[in-house]
C-alpha cells in the first residue's frame, strides 16, 4: 500500500494563492495521483487528476484554468497550485494515489492506494 501526506493548506483571501504538496510512501511505483476536496456539507468531489509519468492531467470545471497539478516522480510527490481562490475552494483536500477510473468516467482507489488525511484549505470573501 502506498501512504500520502498532504502539506500546504492554510487561510488565504479571495483571488489569492496556495500551493498543496503531497508526498508518497510505501508503494508508489507508476501510480497515477491526483486530489479530491470535501466542501462543508458536501461529498467527496474530484480535483485534478495526474498519471505516473506526468504528461496527461485532469480537471474538473471548477478547477480548469485556475488550478495546476504537476508531480516529481523521482520524489514521489505531486503538488496543487491553486491562483484566484474563490470561496466556494474552500474544502478539506485530500491527496489520492493509485488511481483509476471506472466505465463511468470516475476515478477510484486502486487496491494499493491510499487517501491521505486532507488538508484545510479555507478562502475568505
Known amino acids: 500500500q502506498v501512504q500520502v501526506v498532504e502539506s500546504g493548506g492554510g487561510l488565504v483571501q479571495a483571488g489569492g494563492s496556495l500551493r498543496l504538496s503531497c508526498a508518497a510512501s510505501g508503494r508508489t511505483f507508476r501510480y497515477h495521483m491526483g486530489w479530491f476536496r470535501q466542501p462543508p456539507g458536501k461529498e467527496r468531489e474530484f480535483v485534478a487528476f495526474?498519471?505516473?509519468?506526468?504528461?496527461?492531467?485532469d480537471y474538473a470545471d471548477s478547477a480548469k484554468g485556475r488550478f495546476t497539478i504537476s508531480r516529481d516522480s523521482a520524489t514521489n510527490t505531486i503538488s496543487l497550485q491553486m491562483n484566484s481562490l474563490r470561496p466556494e475552494d474552500t474544502a478539506r483536500y485530500y491527496c489520492?494515489?493509485?488511481?483509476?477510473?471506472?466505465?463511468?468516467?470516475?476515478?477510484?482507489?486502486?487496491?494499493?492506494?491510499?487517501w491521505g488525511q486532507g488538508i484545510q484549505v479555507t478562502v475568505s470573501s
Open positions: 489520492a494515489a493509485d488511481l483509476k477510473m471506472d466505465s463511468s468516467g470516475n476515478y477510484y482507489l486502486g487496491g494499493f492506494g491510499s
Open positions: 495526474i498519471n505516473w509519468s506526468g504528461d496527461t492531467t
